[in-house]
C-alpha cells in the first residue's frame, strides 16, 4: 500500500501555483457533451476525477483524451452509447450530470445513481426535478436512472436548496431545451459561473450566473471551443491553511481571491496574515493560530470543502472553537484519525467542539475521503514526529501533485510503496 510519510514541525516557504478547479473541469466536461466539434479545455488539473470522467465519455462513445498532463480535448460531434457504465459512476458523484446533457442530444439517458466520497446522504432528486420539468419521462429501476424525451422545453426550475450539482446539470441540459428555463434559488458557487461563461462561449443564451436566479434561453445547437479553466479554490484554501498551521510564509499564484473570501477572512480570524493580489495571494503565519468558530453553508458562505482541513488546524488553535456542518453531515469521519494524533474534538451530530492543543503528534493514520486526506496531511505537517497517512486514493482524486507542492515549499514529506491502483490489481 501507497503511503504519504510526513515528518512535521517544517514551516512552509515560498512560491507555489495552483491548478486548475476539480469541480469546474469536472461540470465543463459534462457540459462539452451538448457541442458538435472539438473542444480543448486549459490547465486542467492532472488528477484521478478528470480521469474517470475522460474514460467516462470514452464509454459514451465519445471522443475524449488527454492531451499532455493539462489539456482535454472532447469532441462530442458523435454520442455513440447513451448509457453509462455503473463502474465509473460509481466512483464519481460529478459524473451523474452527463445524464442531462446526452438526453438532450440523443432523446434517451441512462445512467446509474451516483457514488463519490462517502459524505453523507448524496440523493440526486433536485436533478431529476430539474430532468422532469423540462418534459423528461424519468424512471429510477434498478439502480439506474433512464430518462427519454422526444423534445425538452424550457421551465421554471425551484431547487429546494441551492445545489451546486444540480443547478450546473439543470443549467446544461436547458441550453438546448426550446424556449426559456428559469432556475431559482440557484447556486452562486465560481464553478457555476464558469460552467456558465463555458457555455455562453459555446453559443448559449445564459444571464445570471452567479445569482440566485439564472435564465436560460434555449439554442439549436452549441460549437466546440478552446477553454481555460477557473483556479482550484479549494486547493488554494488547502495550501493556505497548511501554510497557516506550520507558521509559514508562501505565495500561492493562479488564484481568484474573490472565490476565495470565507477562508481568507477566517484565516484572518485566527491570526493568519492574508494579503490578496490581483491573481496571487500571500499567507503568512508567525504565531499559533486563534480559536475561531465555523459553520459551513452554500457560497459565499464557509465552503464544506474547507471544513476538515480548517478543522485540523483549529485543533492547534490556542481556545476552544465550534465547527457546524451544514451541508454534509458524515463529513466528520476525520475527527477520530484527528484525535490519534492527539486532538481533543467532541463531536455530536453535525458539530464538533475543537479544544486547540499546543501540538498534535504524528500517527499512523486513513483518510476516508478526499477532504479528510486533506486534513491529516495539514495536521502531519505541524504534527510532532512522523505521520503515516494512507487512502491516498481519495487524495489522488482531487488534489494535483500535492505531494510536490508541498516538497517544494520545504515540507519534509515522502511517497512510498505500492500506489493504490496497482495494490488493488494485487490484491
Ligand atoms: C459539489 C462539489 C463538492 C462540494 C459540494 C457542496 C462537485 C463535483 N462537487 O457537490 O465538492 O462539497 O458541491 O459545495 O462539484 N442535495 C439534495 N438533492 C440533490 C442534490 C443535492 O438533497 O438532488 C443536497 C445534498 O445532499 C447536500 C446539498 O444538497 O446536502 C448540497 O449538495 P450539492 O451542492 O449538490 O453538492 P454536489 O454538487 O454534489
Not at 42 to 56: H, K, L
Not at 174 to 198: D, M, S
Not at 252 to 266: D, G, I, P, Y
Not at 304 to 325: I, K, R
Amino acid at each position: 500500500m501507497e503511503k504519504i510519510y510526513i515528518v512535521g514541525g517544517k514551516r512552509l516557504l515560498g512560491d507555489v501555483r495552483v491548478s486548475g478547479s476539480k469541480n469546474g473541469t469536472l461540470a465543463i466536461m459534462a457540459g462539452a457533451l451538448l457541442a458538435k466539434g472539438t473542444t480543448i479545455l486549459e490547465d486542467t488539473p492532472c488528477i484521478g476525477d478528470i480521469q474517470t470522467m475522460v474514460e467516462m465519455l470514452q464509454q459514451l462513445g465519445v471522443h475524449a483524451r488527454m492531451l499532455g498532463k493539462n489539456r482535454v480535448e472532447i469532441d462530442a460531434t458523435e454520442i455513440k452509447n447513451c448509457e453509462a457504465p455503473y463502474d465509473l459512476v460509481k466512483k464519481m458523484r460529478a459524473s451523474f450530470c452527463v445524464t442531462g446533457p446526452i438526453l438532450a442530444r440523443c432523446g434517451y439517458a441512462r445512467v446509474p445513481m451516483p457514488g463519490g466520497c462517502d459524505i453523507g446522504a448524496r440523493p440526486v432528486d433536485f436533478h431529476v426535478k430539474g430532468l422532469q420539468a423540462l418534459g423528461a419521462t424519468v424512471n429510477i429501476e434498478h439502480g439506474y436512472v433512464e430518462a427519454e424525451a422526444d423534445k425538452l422545453h424550457g421551465a421554471p426550475v425551484y431547487l429546494d436548496f441551492p445545489s451546486a450539482g444540480a443547478t450546473q446539470h439543470i443549467m446544461t441540459v436547458a441550453c438546448l431545451a426550446e424556449g426559456i428555463t428559469r432556475i431559482e434559488n440557484a447556486a452562486l458557487e465560481p464553478e457555476v459561473v464558469g460552467l456558465a461563461n463555458f457555455l455562453i462561449a459555446m453559443g448559449a443564451k445564459i444571464s445570471g450566473a452567479g445569482t440566485g436566479t439564472i435564465e436560460i434561453e434555449g439554442v439549436k445547437e452549441l460549437r466546440g471551443i478552446n477553454y481555460k479553466v477557473i483556479p482550484d479554490r479549494m486547493e488554494a484554501g488547502t495550501l493556505a491553511i497548511a501554510a497557516g498551521i506550520t507558521r509559514g510564509e508562501i505565495v500561492l499564484s493562479n488564484v481568484t481571491s474573490e472565490h476565495c473570501t470565507a477562508v481568507f477572512q477566517k484565516l484572518q480570524e485566527t491570526g493568519i496574515h492574508v494579503f490578496q493580489g490581483p491573481d496571487f495571494v500571500s499567507i503568512k503565519a508567525d504565531a499559533r493560530p486563534l480559536a475561531t468558530d465555523v459553520k459551513t453553508m452554500p457560497h459565499p458562505g464557509f465552503p464544506t470543502d474547507m471544513q476538515q482541513p480548517f478543522s485540523a488546524m483549529l485543533a492547534v488553535a490556542d481556545g476552544t472553537s465550534v465547527v457546524s456542518e451544514n451541508v454534509y453531515e458524515r463529513r466528520f469521519r476525520y475527527v477520530a484519525e484527528l484525535q490519534r494524533m492527539g486532538a481533543e474534538i467532541v463531536q455530536e451530530g453535525r458539530t464538533a467542539i475543537i479544544k486547540g492543543v499546543p501540538k498534535l503528534t504524528g500517527a499512523e493514520v486513513t483518510a476516508s475521503d478526499l477532504r479528510a486526506g486533506a486534513a491529516l496531511i495539514v495536521a502531519g505537517l505541524a504534527a510532532e514526529g512522523r505521520s503515516e497517512i494512507s487512502g491516498l486514493e481519495h487524495v489522488d482524486r482531487g488534489y494535483e501533485d500535492i505531494m510536490g507542492k508541498l516538497a517544494s515549499l520545504g515540507a519534509d514529506i515522502v511517497r512510498m510503496g505500492i500506489p493504490p491502483e496497482a495494490a488493488v490489481k494485487l490484491a
